[in-house]
């Protein structure tokens, strides 16, 4: 019993680490960038976008490089999953978020994209039943060329997007700016060797398997970042902000971290986690449907209440199964 709380104490710190290593890493790669004249709504969609998700790609990397393949896939597909339906959730409980036209005819549908994408490149067997079911070379390169055009589409809309980004605003001088980088990255590569290595002990010492302990302890982990900006832009009224995270991070999770850590590392991939791809498809097209019902583009306290029950029924189900 001791060694499980010294367990959980350390996941904790992991967590913290990664939180922290993240938050550096974007005030130092900000204050970077603005020495050199980019501008702030560049730095948002693209530093700030990054960081929020570096705790999944360290996770990821860390998970991949130790073979802990059900832990690499639970991450991302768990987080994916905790942002859909428990963050926006959260945020539209908080008050009803405002969706826009944009968000509902191209962002929401590229999420589901790239979950329907991942089913279609893991399940190699659809193809050829003697082939081995991976995310290999080739669908990474897939992937990743699937992201590039997504950020090819956010800087050609940078003209109609609203430029009130949350960044660091502070100046700070050249080697205070590289102990905020090369910290951030410190605290990301502790934290992420903390925080797996401790949630595998802790599945091993419970009996639980690392595919549960993926898709909810880590992911909800990695995603508390995303948790924090969606709640407070929630909170001040800044839709786009709370919505859009979720989603961006979503397309970013699938095509860039698992791509890339596909990429480092060609990842076997258990065929148990098509139930959680469909469940996370399947709460895609439920926001989809939320963003259009009723006379305006709004998702209302009762459909994020619906929302959150669904995380709620997920989890007990994942437990119980």
């Known amino acids: 019993m001791n060694s499980i709380i010294l367990n959980i104490v350390l996941l904790m710190v992991g967590f913290a680490l990664l939180i922290k290593g993240a938050d550096y890493l974007v005030i130092g790669a900000s204050a970077l960038a603005r020495r050199y004249k980019v501008s702030e709504l560049v730095i948002g969609l693209t530093v700030v976008a990054f960081g929020t998700s570096t705790p999944e790609l360290i996770v990821n990397l860390v998970s991949s490089l130790n073979?802990?393949?059900?832990?690499?896939?639970?991450?991302?597909?768990?987080?994916?999953?905790?942002?859909?339906?428990?963050?926006?959730?959260?945020?539209a409980t908080i008050l009803p978020i405002t969706v826009q036209r944009s968000t509902i005819f191209k962002e929401i549908p590229y999420s589901i994209i790239a979950a329907i994408v991942l089913l279609l490149l893991a399940n190699d067997h659809l193809y050829n039943e003697s082939?081995?079911?991976?995310?290999?070379?080739?669908?990474?390169?897939?992937?990743?060329?699937?992201?590039?055009?997504?950020?090819?589409?956010?800087?050609?809309?940078?003209?109609?997007?609203?430029?009130?980004?949350?960044?660091?605003?502070?100046?700070?001088?050249?080697?205070?700016?590289?102990?905020?980088?090369?910290?951030?990255?410190?605290?990301?590569?502790?934290?992420?060797?903390?925080?797996?290595?401790?949630?595998?002990e802790i599945a091993h010492s419970l009996g639980i398997s690392e595919r549960i302990i993926g898709l909810t302890i880590i992911a909800a982990g990695t995603s508390l970042p995303e948790l924090a900006t969606s709640a407070v832009a929630a909170y001040k009224r800044n839709s786009d902000i709370a919505i859009g995270n979720v989603v961006g991070s979503n397309i970013f999770n699938i095509f860039f971290?698992?791509?890339?850590?596909?990429?480092?590392?060609?990842?076997?991939?258990?065929?148990?986690?098509?139930?959680?791809?469909?469940?996370l498809i399947a709460g895609s097209f439920l926001l989809l449907f939320f963003t259009y019902s009723g006379r305006k583009a709004v998702i209302e306290r009762w459909e994020g209440i619906c929302l959150l029950l669904c995380y709620l029924g997920y989890t007990v189900w994942l437990i119980i199964s």
């Open 67 to 91: 073979g802990l393949n059900d832990v690499a896939f639970g991450n991302v597909i768990g987080s994916n999953i905790f942002n859909l339906l428990f963050i926006v959730g959260l945020s």
């Open 131 to 200: 082939r081995p079911n991976s995310i290999s070379l080739v669908d990474a390169l897939i992937l990743l060329i699937l992201f590039s055009l997504f950020i090819f589409y956010v800087f050609k809309n940078i003209k109609n997007d609203d430029p009130n980004i949350q960044v660091d605003h502070k100046n700070y001088g050249i080697l205070t700016t590289l102990l905020f980088i090369f910290g951030g990255l410190a605290g990301l590569i502790f934290g992420g060797r903390m925080s797996v290595n401790n949630a595998v």
């Open 257 to 279: 971290v698992l791509g890339l850590t596909a990429l480092i590392n060609p990842l076997p991939y258990p065929i148990t986690f098509n139930t959680d791809i469909t469940v």
